[in-house]
Each structure stands twice: as C-alpha cells, then as structure tokens.
C-alpha cells in the first residue's frame, strides 16, 4: 500500500469524481473519536478476496457468504483529509409514522417470541428494509455523517459488485495489531434523553449476555484465552447499549480465523447461530446483503493487523433512493410494539443524515 498522501477535501472530491466517472471502488473512512478521513482507491474492478495473510486494502464482507460476494479492495491509491468542519445534523428529525410497515414488524416478532418459547431457539435479530427519495451524494452524507457522529466508524464504501454502501457503527467486530485483539459484544438498546444512561432491564442484560457468552465460546474453542472486561453503558448518537469488550492474545493465523468464526455474532443473528440464520432467511422479505456484514481496513499497522466494524446503522444509495436497513434482536420476553419503536430509533442515525439540511 502506497503511504497515504496528505490531501485537501477539494482534491479528494475531485479525484472522487474521476473515479466514480469510472465506476471503480473506493472506500472512505473515519475512524472513532479521529478527525482525519482515510481515502482508499482502486484502479481496476478485480475483486482480489480476503485472504488474511499479508493482505493490505479493504474488506467489505456480507451477512451471509451464500447470497453477496466478500469484497476486498487494493489500495492503488491512498489519501488523508482532515474532516471538514459545519454539517452536523440536527437532532430534531423522526421517522415517518408507517402503519403498515408497524403492524408487519409486530407480526414478525410476535411469531418470532412463539417460536423461541417452544424451540430451541433463544434469540433471533429481525430487521427492516425501507426506502426514501434521495438526491444527495455519497460523500455529502458521508460527511454528515462524519460531522455527527465523532464516536461511530464512518464510511462509505463504493464498489461495481455491491453497489454503495454508508454508514455510522457503534460495534467493532474485532481489532487486531498483530498480537493483541479485542472484539466487543454490543446489544441491548434504549432512546437516550440526555447524558444519563438509561436503566436497564433484565430482558437487555440477558439479550446482551448471550453475545458475551458467544464470544467467550468461540475464543476458547481457538484455544484462545478471552479477557472479559467490565459491561458499560454505551452511546451510539441517539441511543445507548450495552458494550463488554473480550480481549485475547493470539498470533495472525489465529485471529484471521477467530474473525470466521465470530461473524455473524449474535448482536446481529441470533443464538443458536444456525438456527438464528436460517430464521431470519426464511422471514424477512429482503436480503440483507452487506447490512450486519462487517468491513475494515486490513494489515495498516503490520501484517495480518485489521480493524473490522459491523455494518450497522447503514444504507445502501441507490438511483436517487436510499435504502436504509434496521434491526434488532428479539428474545422469548420481546414485546412487539417496543421492538417496533427500537428500531425506528435506530434508523434515526442515518436519516438524521439524509432528511436535514444542515444550512
Ligand atoms: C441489529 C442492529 O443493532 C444491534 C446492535 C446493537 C443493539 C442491538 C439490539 O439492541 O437489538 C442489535 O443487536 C441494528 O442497529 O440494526
């Protein structure tokens, strides 16, 4: 990977042009709590695979391997662009009230809460897909979304075999520096009014527990030693969640694999994994393709290095629409209207960037 150039806003948006011109992948990203935006370019449309390893580029990876290809970009061209500052959005936007779409929601859940009371099935994450009018870029609402979330991995990600993709994560999948790893366990979600966390109830912890558990099975099932930490109150924009981090220390090969292993996690599948997956394949009535995949940048701070996120909080653009995907999980003790109003809350991160000018 060539070292990043350091470039103004304007110069990027013009090389952005001519590559988008071309239809070639790119990817922008801002890390958590950074305020520079790290540009990576591809020249060509070959899909080189994530193969760990030495690897250096991109992975843009999908939900379920079966249905959307796992992308990864070489990074022929590398830039770095301080944020520019004044879009943030302002918080005053809701969703637009659908009744229809509530009551299907609900059916969903409900038919869900039956089936985990008398299968095996212990929680499943259901999610929505919707569309609305858009004409904006993808670098503007990058941008905003940059500009509204300082704590979120933002990104946007564009690619001729998936089409473009942004989005503002709360939820790292794992980091990993070559040595030292950690993976968080992410769930459990309520409005945030103010700075106060919420208080949270029994049905969140447990929700949140199984993901913990799920991690922890997985490092020792690797032979891997996992490091539980505390579970805190996390803000992610407009919501809090429940976040344990699990550290480990393991060698290249082995986190490459733990990776495998962990994705789909049940923050955003389910518990039993199989049972979960095939749930949701056969219920909701969209492909999620790249929603709750994950992506990252591989190998930037040594060999077999990454920094993955899940794709959450994210839409897809498309010919002026947006798809903008939301979800969460569903446990024997759900209650369908709060599950509904859940995941309208969610779906404010990116619609905030979407429906607000910020002039
Ligand atoms: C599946 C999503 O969120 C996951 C991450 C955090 C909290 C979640 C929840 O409370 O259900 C979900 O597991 C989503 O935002 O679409």
Known sequence: MPSPKKIKFSKLERLLGEHRGKSLPFALFRNPGEEEIHSLLQNDRENPGFTGGDQKGFVF?????????????????????????????AMDIGPRPDTEAREIHMG????????IRTTSLEKVVLARRFSLPCTLSAVEIFLRLCQTY??????????????????????QLMEF??????????????????????????????EQQLVTDFIVEKLREAGLEPEVGPT???????????RTRVGFQAD??????????????????GQPRGAARDYILGHENFDREYYCGFLGEVGR???????????LRCLQLRENSAYIYTGGGITADSDPAAE????????????????NSPD
């Open 61 to 89: 990876a999908p939900f379920h391997t079966g249905a959307s290809p796992t992308l990864f970009l070489r990074p022929d061209q590398a830039y770095r662009t301080p944020v520019p500052g004044g879009a943030a959005c």
């Open 301 to 311: 701070t040594g060999p077999g290095s990454f920094r993955l996120f899940v794709n």
């Open 177 to 206: 520096d070559g040595t030292r790893g950690h993976t968080d366990a992410l769930a459990g979600t309520q409005p945030a009014a103010g700075f106060v966390a919420p208080a949270w109830s029994a049905k969140e912890y447990r």
């Open 340 to 355: 509904w109003d859940e995941i309208q809350h969610k779906s404010l991160t990116v619609l905030r960037a979407l429906q």
């Open 252 to 269: 290249a090969d082995a986190a490459a694999g733990l990776v495998g292993a962990l994705h789909p996690t049940p923050a955003v599948c």
């Open 232 to 242: 805190r109150d996390e803000r992610a924009g407009a919501l809090w969640h429940l």
């Open 108 to 115: 969903l859940v409900e038919e869900a809460v039956r089936e």
């Open 150 to 171: 300082p704590r979120a991995f933002c990104y946007v990600w564009s690619h001729p075999d998936s089409g473009t993709w942004l989005g503002a994560s709360p939820e």
